[in-house]
């Protein structure tokens, strides 16, 4: 069956089985920075937004996706570039591979009308997790890329 | 199309259908039918099966509402992405034993709007050996001021409740709920009468009432916890939640 | 210039932040063949026929390996040097299954969905065996596990596989019976860890595919390239020249991809039929079939005088090597090696036991690698032996513990399968440590508990740990760099980035011999036909071996940089200064610019690529050191526990990049709080593995750690480059024994098996009620 949504900014019509999950449409899609680390919806390394929203793409059928906006690492290059930078500076890169879905739920995070507080962080990333840097350090980049550091 | 086809299947969110995916031949979507608002009038608040747990966590109305528990019932499972996608509908039609939000909204005597089937309680809903074949529409929750209390017992933050529970005390009413035991989410009925003849219950009479939902509940060992433990963590929380709602202190 | 010692972003973290194309599946082929894996669904079992008549005649069903397929050649998949010191008992496949989750036979398909079907089509019958599942009764036990004739130990290592010993090993130094018989106080006690799942985000992956010089190269995700290699060449027969492995970005390694797991699969198959495979493991596969942590019984026994002079450490272990043996004796080892150490002063230690088979998920290498299993027992001990004493137990081991300049005899005696060696600590501060971490903590305020309510206690605890810098006179590392037209340097290292921060580490040292910015040296890792040998990502090894040889190649080049440019300045080379971006002869006043030399000297003048190669094997493992301090608060009822602060303060020297070196303690001491806390493999009395995802299998979130403050002492190791030691491992030795000390803190229970679950704590406390009744 096809479907048609905004791929990063890009309109796609794509073919696609009826139990697909969204993760592996866009990997046929090329898009890479979408990946997969559990089979279960626990560790949000699929992450990619639906109209804004952080979702599980692993666990989210393409069909779903008809008529939305998915977003992905791929369409935000500026936005993941700054919160690059406060990484770096923090050190809280260490693997990389859970980075992509931390960038692209801190953007969302970022555009919505909550307070930045160390409660409301935890909350929105909980569901991310990451085995390399025992996460203070991402959240303390998180808090100067949100321009909220103290 | 459901009553017909025996392996067609709703849609809520679709996450644990997708856990235990098993042969479907039809997923009816249930996107298009504008289920997914929360409206309030002047003595209910009215859920589309459709809203999100995110909904749910960020709501006004529903963050004020008996201390807010369903709310912080949400808040408490997983992460963002799942909370976007997971929908109070599959809450409920799933009948999950480890339900978080079951256990609140039996606090809050949630009622079922189906398409089909007449109105009818959550509890007795849940009461029903089989999941019904019926669309849920809505839930309903009436606007009863009070207080509420909730807690949620896990490994992890990511992790199912050991034990969750969730009292509620609105118009000198009582609901003491117990779930995750690991069994689905069951209220004190004895306690709960206990209390609601009781006009300002004192320290022994909560612990009266913890006494008497700890006689009519029952939990049991899983991996998570054995049935002793389990036991205590009720004991313990059902008291502080009782004087929580009272406004005692522990 | 300066760029060691100063906070430099990763060389890697913004591509990858922005999604860039970099690990193993990223590269798959298009096209490639899918090998799926159809596993033990017993803990022990012999296969008695295998029916895939239903199976093979499906459309895309390629092949179907059985262990008819292969040669029948046994090899460990431990990813170590060679000789290893593990014993050969593997097979790519056989007939007798040892573990749920071993494999039976392999299915390659041209897509997923027929793979999936072809497994769910083939039948297999089985011979069910009965299963060793309780590893405090596999030595001796009437079933044996290894019964092939075939499989061997390379040397000496206590393999003994008809009595089930994957290893053993007994050591003893002075008298400890004697000593212990002298004391005044004896502390003996019995611990248990559990076995830890690694958890790395990135499963394992692997694809192959032949090039244009029909050579077949694999991609996977490793951090061992070149002992894949080598033990793809032995295990299937292909000559080691014909094999090109390639590590990609790794997505988290920490011991588990140490070992060689679907890379077998992926290369028989694409050798066989020259077209490109894929293997990537699911979750699930990666929490069955790869590799757990090593679970152990511990017995200590700690004898001490009255004024708390620690006169005799006994400890005998019993270890569980699962299914297979690989690092059965080496893990063994550190539990001995890396731990003991620590009190130096008393004049008897002995140290020995087994490491037996069982019908479990194999364990392997894992950070901390018995060290944080042998810290746990130890560490919470030397609380004991304080309590009993009534002495304050930082005093206790301040009294007791390893200082600068001082060794251990234990160092000469136990290596890794071979003798150790003996060194001094040229660098251990220790007391600094503790200093620093007892008012980062405020120990003197709140020991042992403080701010107690009706309902919570809060209180403190603290573990004192130790590692090592590589494997001495075994570990090797290697770097070639070369210098390019216009100033820039390429440095090919055989040492694998994981995630650890390396790539960007080595970059730096080489920067700081070359005196220029990190940009100007473009760093490539690992490559078994372009870089040179390095021995991997293990065993601490890579700032301070790999490192080190990164210096050397440096120093090198930047040698030859000097002659050759002598030569085209004609001067002499003695009076020659080079500082980066000039060339200066002092005594003539000529000069050239570092892009007009190498633009010359690629282009128009006494044209000559410059390069240097250097190896380093160290003579050496200096300890990093550490200190732990935890904060805890519990609740008094349910016994549910929260971690308010861990403060680690640590000597691995001076680091190379001091906010990847507080990353990779960080990360350790989050990885160590699972293990202390919440994480747990279970299986059911069959041995099925119950805790297969990661619903079951909880990891910390970030909502467990809340509050973490890192810092280093001053310090300077001369035999490392530019001071550092080794910092991946130790911060994951101390949380679980610095938990069990701050759990006694407050509720006078001593926990001693691990994790230290609240239900525990609780039972615990009902004995110790029923007990003053
Ligand atoms: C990884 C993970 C962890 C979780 N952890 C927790 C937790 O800790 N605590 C907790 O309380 N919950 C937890 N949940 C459950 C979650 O909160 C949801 O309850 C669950 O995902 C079901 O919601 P869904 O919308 O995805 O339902 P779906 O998977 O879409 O549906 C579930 C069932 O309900 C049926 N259904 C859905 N909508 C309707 C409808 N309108 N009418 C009739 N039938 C319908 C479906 O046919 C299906 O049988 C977790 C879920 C996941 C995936
Ligand atoms: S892959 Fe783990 S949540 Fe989607
Ligand atoms: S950096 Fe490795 S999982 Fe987060």
């Known amino acids: 069956m096809n479907i048609n949504f905004l791929l990063n900014g890009t309109l796609k019509v794509v073919n696609i089985c009826p139990g697909e999950m969204l993760l592996d449409t866009l990997r046929k899609l090329d898009i890479l920075s979408v990946r997969r680390g559990c089979d279960t919806t626990s560790c949000g390394v699929c992450t990619v937004l639906l109209d804004n929203k952080p979702i599980p793409s692993c666990s989210f059928l393409s069909v779903r996706a008809d008529g939305h906006a998915v977003t992905t690492v791929e369409g935000i290059p500026e936005e993941a570039e700054k919160l690059a930078k406060c990484f770096g500076e923090e050190g809280a890169d260490q693997c990389g591979f859970c980075n992509p879905a931390f960038s692209l739920t801190a953007y969302a995070m970022k555009q919505e009308k909550i307070v930045f507080d160390e409660q409301t962080i935890k909350d929105y990333l909980v569901g991310n997790l990451c085995r390399c840097t025992g996460y203070l350090s991402q959240e303390k980049a998180l808090r100067k890329y949100l ?3 103290q | 199309m459901l009553t017909e086809d025996p392996k067609s299947v709703i849609l809520g969110g679709g996450l644990w259908l997708r856990l235990s995916f098993s042969e479907v031949s039809t997923l009816i979507g249930l996107e298009k039918l504008g289920l997914d608002r929360i409206e309030e009038d002047d003595q209910w608040i009215k859920l589309g ?11 006004t109305p529903l963050q004020s509402l008996a201390g807010g528990i369903l709310s912080q019932a949400s808040e408490h499972i997983m992460g963002i992405g799942v909370r976007n996608v997971a929908t109070i509908g599959g809450t409920i039609c799933g009948r ?33 050996k089989k999941p019904l074949r019926d669309i849920l529409l809505s839930i309903r929750i009436r606007k009863t001021p009070g207080a509420g209390y909730f ?33 689905i989410a069951k209220c004190a009925e004895n306690a709960m009468e206990y209390l609601d003849q009781i006009e300002n219950p004192s320290e022994s009479d909560i612990l009266k009432a913890t006494q008497l939902a700890l006689e009519e509940l029952t939990f049991s060992t899983n991996l998570k916890a054995t049935q002793e433990y389990r036991q205590e963590l009720a004991r313990v929380y059902v008291e502080r939640g009782l004087k929580a709602v009272i406004g005692l202190e522990y | 210039m300066k760029t060691v010692q100063t906070i430099q972003p990763s060389v890697d973290g913004k591509g990858l932040m922005m999604g ?24 022990h079992a012999k296969i008695k026929q295998i029916d895939s008549s239903k199976a093979s005649p499906l459309p895309g069903v390629r092949m179907i390996l059985t262990a008819a397929d292969f040669p029948r050649i046994p090899f460990t998949r431990a990813g170590q040097g060679y000789p290893e010191p593990s014993p050969h008992d593997k097979f790519v496949l056989d007939e007798t299954l040892r573990y749920v989750g071993d494999e039976v036979l392999a299915v390659v398909a041209e897509s997923e969905e027929v793979a999936e079907k072809a497994l769910s089509l083939i039948r297999v019958d089985y011979e069910v065996l009965e299963p060793i599942l309780d590893f405090e009764t596999a030595l001796d036990h009437p079933v044996l596990i290894h019964p092939e004739p075939e499989i061997k130990e390379m040397f000496p290592i206590g393999f003994d596989p008809k009595r089930n010993l994957a290893a053993s090993y007994q050591m003893e130094v002075g008298e400890v019976i004697k000593e212990l018989a002298a004391c005044d106080t004896i502390v003996k006690s019995r611990f248990f860890t559990q076995a830890q799942a690694h958890v790395m ?35 299937l027969e292909i000559p080691i020249s014909q094999i090109r492995v390639i590590k990609p970005r790794v997505g988290g390694g920490f011991g588990g991809k140490q070992a060689i797991h679907g890379e077998m699969f992926a290369a028989f198959v694409t050798w066989k039929t020259k077209q490109p495979s894929t293997l990537v493991y699911t979750r699930k596969e990666v929490f069955s079939s790869t590799y757990t942590r090593h679970p152990m019984r511990l017995d200590l026994t700690l004898g001490a005088m009255k004024d708390g002079t620690l006169k005799a450490i006994d400890c005998q272990v019993l270890s569980d090597t699962g299914a297979y043996g690989e690092h059965a004796l080496t893990v063994f080892m550190v539990t001995g090696s890396k731990v003991l150490p620590l009190y130096n002063k008393v004049s008897a230690v002995r140290f020995g036991g087994h490491v037996v088979y069982t019908n479990h998920t194999p364990a392997g290498a894992f950070r901390g690698y018995g060290a944080i ?34 060794t251990s005899p234990i160092f000469a005696i136990m290596g890794e399968g071979t003798a150790g060696t003996a060194m001094i600590m040229d660098t251990c501060k220790l007391e600094e440590c503790i200093a620093r971490g007892k008012a980062l903590i405020g120990w003197e305020d709140k020991y042992p508990r403080f701010q107690e309510t009706k309902t919570t206690v809060r209180a403190v605890g603290m573990a004192l740990a130790m590692q090592g810098s590589g494997i001495p006179l075994i570990d090797m590392g290697s770097a070639t760099i070369k210098l390019n037209d216009d100033g820039f340097y390429n440095l090919l290292v055989g040492a694998t980035e994981i995630g650890q921060g390396s790539d960007t580490v080595l970059s730096q040292i080489a920067a700081e011999v070359l005196e220029t910015t990190l940009d100007k040296i473009i760093i490539y890792s690992s490559d078994t036909d372009l870089t040179p040998f390095d021995v991997g990502a293990y065993a601490s090894s890579t700032t301070y071996v790999s490192g080190n040889a990164v210096l050397k190649a440096a120093k090198a080049l930047k040698a030859k940089m000097i002659d050759k440019a002598a030569q085209l300045l004609e001067v002499e080379s003695d009076s020659l200064v080079f500082d980066g971006t000039m060339f200066q002869d002092l005594k003539t006043g000529k000069s050239i610019s570092l892009t007009d030399f190498s633009n010359q000297i690629t282009y128009s003048k006494q044209q000559e690529q410059l390069s240097a190669t250097a190896s380093y094997v160290g003579h050496k493992s200096p300890p990093p050191f550490m200190a732990g301090f935890v904060e805890i608060e519990i609740d008094k009822q349910t016994c549910e526990l929260s971690i308010e602060h861990y403060v680690s303060v640590v000597d691995c020297g001076t680091p190379i990049n001091l906010k990847l070196a507080q990353g990779q303690v960080e990360g350790a001491i989050v990885q160590g709080l699972g293990m202390a806390l919440t994480e747990n493999v279970k299986e059911s009395s069959q041995g099925k593995l119950l805790t297969g995802d990661l619903l079951s299998y909880t ?22 480059p530019y001071g550092a030691k080794s910092v991946g491992e130790v911060g994951i030795d101390t949380p679980p024994a610095a938990l069990a000390n701050a759990i006694e803190n407050a509720l006078g229970v001593r926990i001693t098996s691990l994790p230290l679950t609240p239900e525990k704590i609780f039972f615990a406390m009902k004995e110790k009620r029923s007990n003053n009744e």
Do not use: C, W
């Not at chain 2, 256990?103 to 007795?124: G, H, I, M, N, W």
């Not at chain 3, 002495?391 to 390893?402: A, Q, S, T, V």
């Not at chain 3, 990891?699 to 490392?720: A, C, D, N, W």
């Open chain 1, 147 to 149: 321009g909220v550091d």
């Open chain 2, 49 to 59: 099966s459709q809203v999100t747990l995110r909904d749910l966590q960020t709501s």
């Open chain 2, 96 to 128: 999950y034993g480890f339900s978080d939000l079951l256990t609140a909204l039996l606090a809050l005597d949630a009622r079922l709007v189906f398409f089909k089937t007449e109105e009818l309680s959550l509890k007795q809903y849940l009461a029903k």
């Open chain 2, 151 to 183: 807690h949620k017992i896990s490994t992890t933050a990511l992790d199912f409740a050991i034990l969750n529970l969730a009292i509620a005390r609105r118009a000198g009413k009582y609901k003491i709920v117990v779930g995750s035991r690991p069994g």
């Open chain 3, 20 to 43: 860039r194309k970099g690990y193993t599946d990223d590269y798959k082929e298009p096209g490639s063949l899918i090998i799926k894996i159809l596993r033990s669904p017993y803990a």
């Open chain 3, 201 to 235: 985000m990135e499963p394992h992956a692997v694809n192959a595919r032949i090039d244009y010089q029909n050579r077949l190269v694999i991609y996977s995700s490793t951090q061992t390239p070149f002992h894949i290699r080598r033990i793809i060449s032995q295990a």
């Open chain 3, 373 to 406: 299993q042998g810290n746990f027992a130890l560490e919470s001990a030397i609380d004991m032996l304080a309590k009993k004493l009534k002495m304050d137990p930082l005093k206790l081991r301040e009294m007791n513990m390893m200082k600068e300049g001082e």
């Open chain 3, 699 to 720: 990891i910390p979130t970030r909502k467990e750690i809340k509050r973490l403050t890192t810092e280093f002492v001053s310090s300077y190791e001369k035999s490392g």
